[in-house]
C-alpha cells in the first residue's frame, strides 16, 4: 500500500516484434523482471540497442525537465531512438493508448502517470513486473510490492502568478475567491483526466475542511470558483502561461519553477508560492507497458530515471525525486539543484490506497456535475 511517506528529506499498425533480448541467450526480454535476468546492464543495454527504439508519451520537454532527460538518454544509447508522441496528453489517454494499441508497433513502452491512474491500470494488469537496480534504495511506501510500478518524481501542489499581470498575487485557496481574479484562474487540464488537476482539486479540498478520505470540498470548492467568475475552463500550458491566457495556474510547484525560468527573458514575472491552506504532495509513477513493443528499451529507460544521473535531473526540473533522501546519504545529488527547489515548510502526507480510489471515485461522478 502506497501510503504516508516523506516526499524528501530536505524540505498504431502491425503486430508488436517477437520479444527475444538476445537470440543466443534465448532471453525473453518482455518476461525479465530486473537487468540480472539479462545476465547484468551489459546485455540489457546490447538488448536495448538491437531493438533501436523506444515509444513515449505524455511528457512535455518543460514538464520535470523531460526534454533533457530524454536527450540525455539518447546521447548515452546512440543506438537507441526516443520516439515522443503526444506529449499533451493526459494520464488517462496514456492508459487508453496503451488498451487501443495493444500487440501494434506503435504502442506507449513506457508511461508516467498519477499515482491513481498508475494504481488503477495495475489492477487491470496493464503492466510488467520490474525492480531497477536501485530498487530496494526506493521507499516501502513509494512503490508496488511486485514492480509493476513505482513513484520517481514529485512536487507540491502550487499557485504559479504573472505578477506583471496581477496586482497582488495569491498565495492561498482562500486568496482564489477574491473578486480581483475574475476570468483568471486555471488548472492544468480535468482532474478526471490529469493528475497534477487532480492533485490542484486535492489541495483544495484540504483547504477547505475536507480530508484524503473526502475530496468534495475541493469539487465544491472550484464549483464555487466557477459561479464568481473566477475559474476559467482554459487548460493552464506554457503557451497560455506566456501568453497571458492563464495568469494564475494551479499546478506543481516544479512546473510552475520552470516557467519562472522559461519566460523570465520573455518579461513574464511569474511567481510561485504553494498555498499554506493547502499543502498537497505527490510523486508521478513510472511503468512498463506489459506489452511493450521494445521491452528491452522499456526496462533500460527506467534504469536510467533511477540511476542517479536521472535523479538529477529531475532536480535540475525543479522536481523531489524519489531516492533523494538516499542521495542525500551518499552524496550523490546534486547540491546546487536541492538548493533551488521550492520551499515549502513541514513534512508531507499522502493518501492511503483506499483514499487514492474513493477520491478518483467520486471525481468521476462529481466534477462534471458540479462544474456544469
Known sequence: MLGAAVLTSLTACGA???DSADAGNKVKAGSTASASDFGGMKKLVAAAEKEGKLNVIALPPDWANYGEVIKAFEEKYPKIKVNSENPDASSADEIAAVKSRKGQKRAPDVLD??????????????????????????????KDADGRFYNDYGGYVSIGCDAKRIKKCPETFADLLKPEYKGKVALNGNPTKSGSAFGGVYAASLANKGSFGDIQPGVDFFAKLKKSGNFIPVESTPATVEKGETPISIDWDYLNAGYADQFKEKGVDWQVSVPSDGVYAQYYSQAINKEAPHPAAARLWMEFLYSPEGQNLWLKGYARPVLLPAMTDDGTADKDFVAKLPEVEGTPEFPTSDELDKAKEDLAKNWDKALS
Open 113 to 142: 502517470l498519477g499515482i491513481a491512474f498508475a494504481r488503477s491500470a495495475s489492477e487491470e494488469g496493464l503492466f510488467a513486473p520490474y525492480k531497477v537496480a536501485t530498487w530496494d534504495k526506493i521507499p516501502d511506501t513509494q
Open 16 to 18: 508488436a516484434p517477437d
